[in-house]
């Protein structure tokens, strides 16, 4: 997708029509637009997703047709605002319009009705086409749930950098990378097998019949629990989210902002504290699962150790076997020429070695059997130690996480008995945001135990079912589809785990390369199996970042995700997975945040994130650093003229002129 032009007509501040057109160049893919604060910057990002979404991030998001141009309609006349965006997409050409229309009455009252959205493309022929299903078209180009990352504001894009932004950067990649796609596969078969096994009860007798039920009733209260836990994953979202809030106005207060930064120190350590114990439970389990058996190997180690030594073990075992002996004497010759008969010593001298070297051969069995007892119990030693290093961990962790949390409780205390009576209220209101997110945890880890203890019912009457179920020939056939639904669902749900576990690698190497060019800091970036973006030092510890550098890691998670998408798109044999796609970037005040050396690097490296770089930028953030290494990197530049009413009397109302700025 590579966007032509937007055009906006009455549109918030823009007055009458204000069209720009876009860089699509292959190498000046940047279209800079900047303006004063106050100018429209904002109310342009929103334009793109106003028209391609209905979707208004704006105080008094009602009011979008320019104030100016109603104030100049006549009463019982109508008044229109759109917006209209024209791209490109696997070689169609697209031209969506929004827009909404207000008339005023008798009386000078404004009365708006229904947005409208209409949507045509121009194909490789170039005939033209309506698209019935504007939504539907749009989502499949770039999904709704996807525009925050490519039409965003760089004053916000640091929240995926938090904690809290973890299950929207696990969303982000689902979506883009195609993993949705086999989700959403495993949900559907799910459904059919469901739906299968309940047609079953059409040709089976009562006991399967009863069980079939039994077993629709475990399956709705399954789902019914999942749901619960999704939502309580929702409020802990949300409740994390107020406690930052709370975490970060103590922060602007005097007298609590070192005792807040303190407790952001240790709550960080809490936290990686906390995934080293869990770390070393994995570990535990793994050991177990490989070679627990061994430890309950020694008695009959010892015991087997104590017979063979019982042994004479003063014959050292031969490489002659009694199998050769035998052959030589079916053959009727001795290996040194002689003829064997039953009357000849060369027989006799055959028949007592392979007397011999059957002892031999025992004997080496033995010897065997010793050096594998050896081994086990070499192994077994190792998994005892180990265990107990493991554990030793685990009880020095457990300790200190013990005192970071008494540390952090000892801070709580200081703050609740400051005498500043907001810093009192503030606390209190963490430390109750604090007992509801325990209280979710709870119920959260409550309702997965029960949703797995079901889990475990449904597997057992499964088998039951299959053992005693009697079944016609359709029945028979309803039964396949039934196996043929759990064998795709295991098939898909592997293929899912081995995809995700590609894609982070592949993410990772692309974050880290895009991270690496913009931050001068010698850090390291990690996306955790969690989906979180973590930033280390060089003692492998979490960084407490700032503003500007959470915006510089979620930058770079974006420019990974959109170059991926890019390559994937791009292959010339590619599975449905690797749909990817092309994705234009359109930031508003990506450099806000950030100092004159991050100004710099970001600038000079923001072209390779997308095709098609849009950037909304203050003339205080353009001017300097900014301009000198974008400068020839740009295909197109606007500026937002904003008329200001109490300085132009010829003009006495507020709106806004794009205007193109020409290469002198």
């Known amino acids: 997708m590579l966007i032509e032009s937007i055009t906006l007509n009455n549109f918030r501040q823009y007055y009458q029509e204000q069209v720009i057109e876009l860089s699509s160049s292959t190498t000046r893919n940047i279209t800079v637009i900047h303006g004063e604060n106050g100018s429209g910057k904002t109310a342009l990002l929103n334009a793109f997703s106003w028209c391609l979404y209905g979707i208004l991030n704006l105080p008094n998001e009602k009011n979008i047709i320019n104030e100016h141009a109603i104030s100049c309609a006549n009463n019982g006349e109508k008044i229109e605002g759109s917006v209209t965006i024209k791209f490109e997409d696997q070689d169609r050409k697209y031209q969506i319009m929004r827009k909404v ?26 005939l033209f086409h309506a698209v019935n299903n504007p939504t539907n078209e749009l989502n499949l180009i770039l999904p ?55 047609e079953l009860k059409n040709y089976s007798d009562r006991k399967t019949v009863d069980l079939i039920e039994e077993l629709t009733k475990l399956e709705s209260e ?40 303190q407790r952001d120190t240790l709550e960080s350590k809490l936290k990686e504290n906390n995934n080293n114990i869990t770390n070393i439970h994995k570990k ?8 627990g058996h061994l430890a309950f190997s020694f008695p009959l180690t010892d015991q087997a150790q104590k017979i063979l030594k019982e042994h004479d073990d003063s014959i050292n075992p031969s490489g002659v076997s009694s199998h050769l002996i035998d052959e030589i004497i079916s053959n009727g010759f001795c290996i040194c020429g002689q003829k064997l008969t039953s009357d000849t010593e060369h027989l006799e001298h055959l028949i007592k070695l392979k007397e011999i070297v059957g002892e031999k051969h025992s004997r080496s069995k033995v010897f065997d059997l010793i050096g594998d007892i050896k081994v086990i119990k070499e192994r077994k030693d190792r998994l005892i130690n180990e265990l107990k290093s493991l554990k030793s961990e685990e009880i020095k962790l457990h300790q200190n996480t013990k005192r970071l949390r008494e540390e952090i409780d000892e801070i709580s205390e200081q703050l609740s008995g400051k005498e500043t009576e907001e810093i009192v209220e503030l606390e209190a209101k963490r430390n109750k945001l604090v007992e509801q997110k325990s209280h979710l945890d709870r119920k959260i880890g409550a309702t997965v135990h029960e949703r797995n203890k079901i889990e475990e019912i449904i597997k057992e009457k ?34 899912l785990k081995v995809r995700e576990k590609m894609v982070r690698s592949q993410l990772q190497d692309k974050i880290t390369e895009v991270y690496e060019q913009f931050l001068r800091k010698d850090y390291q970036i990690r996306l955790t199996e969690n989906y979180e973006l973590k930033v280390l030092n060089d003692n492998n510890n979490v960084v407490g970042m700032s503003q500007g550098e959470r915006q510089i890691t979620s930058l770079s998670f974006i420019g990974a995700i959109v170059d991926i998408a890019r390559e994937q798109y791009k292959k010339e044999n590619k599975q449905e997975f690797d749909k990817g796609g092309i994705f234009p970037l359109v930031m508003d005040s990506p450099f806000g945040a950030l100092d004159s050396d991050h100004r710099e690097r970001i600038a000079k490296g923001i072209h390779k994130l997308a095709d098609q770089v849009i950037v909304i930028v203050s003339t205080s953030q353009w001017k300097g650093e900014v301009q000198e290494q974008m400068i020839n990197l740009i295909g197109k530049e606007y500026k937002l003229q904003y008329n200001d009413p109490r300085q132009n009397k010829d003009k006495p109302y507020e709106f806004t002129e794009v205007i193109e700025v020409k290469e002198t």
């Open 101 to 126: 229309t207000a008339e005023k009455d008798i009386s000078g009252r404004l009365i708006y009705h229904e947005p409208e959205v209409s949507v045509d493309y121009k194909d490789i022929h170039g």
């Open 144 to 198: 709704e749930d996807l525009r925050t990352y490519f039409f965003f504001d760089g004053e916000r894009i640091d929240n995926l950098s938090k904690d809290s932004g973890s299950e929207d950067v696990k969303k982000a990649i689902k979506n883009i990378m195609g993993l949705e796609i086999l989700e959403r596969g495993i949900d559907h078969t799910s459904k059919a097998r469901v739906k299968f096994r309940n």
């Open 222 to 261: 399954k789902d019914k629990l999942k749901e619960e836990e999704d939502l309580h994953k929702e409020s802990l979202k949300l409740t994390d989210k107020h406690v930052r809030e709370v975490e970060e106005k103590l922060k602007q207060i005097e007298g609590a902002k070192q005792l807040q930064e």
């Open 284 to 291: 535990l389990k793994d050991n177990m699962s490989k070679d």
């Open 462 to 495: 499964e088998k039951t079912r299959k053992k005693y179920q009697s079944l016609e020939a359709k029945g028979l056939l309803t039964q396949k589809r039934i196996e043929a639904c759990e064998q795709l669902e295991y098939v898909m749900a592997e293929i």
